[in-house]
């Protein structure tokens, strides 16, 4: 016999009086009460950290998407997010044409030790927010980067190109190879010598 059960039979011959009963009754319905005010208080601040984060999850058929907002040539964009854990994602979005577009990236990243691992959700998701270059077909070049669209056609000197960009908060240092792809730095401008 447990030590509960010891004490149920020991004391299931005492009656307490209906004002006690009526007490415990009271403070069982009060914290209920406060239980649900908790509880829905929980709820609300998890909803408002999704909608300010700017990721919400939303039912399909095929599972839980993710939708994020990212900013794609200038303009923020709700995007389907999708992530697997080889370290590779898929994006979509609609556009103006009432048609879907898309993306598929991914990537590793080395460890000290010299192992590669698939890169994180969180990682991938940090890396969408990069500045991107585009050759549109009318043959200019264009750099965006959050809300920004800078158009760099004529500032390439021996095909090589040097752009500063600013989300208010960080700063980027662009080094653009003509048609050859490009490379971000926090610090200082990457040498074109050391992207080829």
């Not at 999704?50 to 994020?68: E, F, K, L, P």
């Not at 990682?123 to 991107?132: D, I, R």
Request: aromatic letters at 12%; hydrophobic letters at 35%.
């Amino acid at each position: 016999m447990t030590n509960k059960e010891k004490y149920k039979q020991a004391f299931s011959v005492l009656h307490s009086p209906s004002e006690i009963t009526m007490e415990v009754e009271r403070m069982a319905i009060m914290k209920k009460k406060k239980f649900r005010t908790a509880a829905a208080a929980v709820i609300m601040i998890g909803l408002l950290m999704a909608g300010t984060s700017g990721m919400v999850y939303a039912a399909d058929i095929g599972g839980i998407q993710r939708t994020i907002q990212l900013w794609i040539e200038g303009d923020q964009t709700d995007v389907t997010f999708e992530y697997h854990a080889d370290g590779s994602y898929y994006l979509s979005y609609p556009v103006e044409d009432g048609t879907t577009e898309g993306w598929r990236g991914g990537g590793v990243a080395i460890e000290e030790d010299g192992k590669e691992r698939p890169l994180t959700e969180q990682e991938l998701l940090e890396e969408l927010n990069y500045p991107t270059v585009k050759y549109k077909e009318d043959g200019t070049i264009w750099v965006y980067y959050y809300d920004q669209e800078i158009e760099i056609t004529d500032q390439f000197q021996d095909e090589v190109c040097y752009v500063k960009v600013s989300n208010g908060k960080d700063t980027l240092y662009m080094t653009i190879l003509y048609q050859d792809g490009w490379s971000t730095s926090p610090h200082k401008y990457v040498e074109a010598e050391d992207l080829r």
